[in-house]
């Protein structure tokens, strides 16, 4: 049986792990009560494995080699819509 996790992600940092259960599927990533947030698809009973993800700002530089080995998972706006975040998946290819 599968259920829905959230998981949260830090906007301070570019880089980050987050333990979730194997062959989860990312549904969403949104802003809630101010924090960055990912909910995903997930077979509980699965073994966990670190999956990573990178958070970059609207405007913000994204280097050739980040573009080249990251996957798009979503964009998160503020309530103001004053900020903007792109989430990325690291590829292992």
Not at 2 to 28: H, M
Not at 36 to 62: E, H, K
Not at 75 to 87: F, L, N, P, Q
Request: aromatic content about 10%; some cysteine; proline content about 3%.
């Amino acid at each position: 049986m599968k259920t829905v996790y959230k998981f949260e992600l830090s906007l301070a940092s570019q880089g980050q792990d987050v333990w979730i259960p194997r062959d989860a599927t990312v549904l969403r990533i949104a802003i809630q009560h101010g924090r960055l947030m990912l909910w995903a698809l997930v077979r509980p009973d699965n073994s966990r494995c670190v999956r990573s993800f990178i958070v970059y700002a609207t405007g913000q530089p994204i280097g050739d080699d980040d573009v080249a080995h990251n996957q798009y998972v979503g964009t998160a706006i503020t309530k103001d819509g004053d900020h903007v975040w792109h989430v990325f998946e690291r590829v292992v290819k």
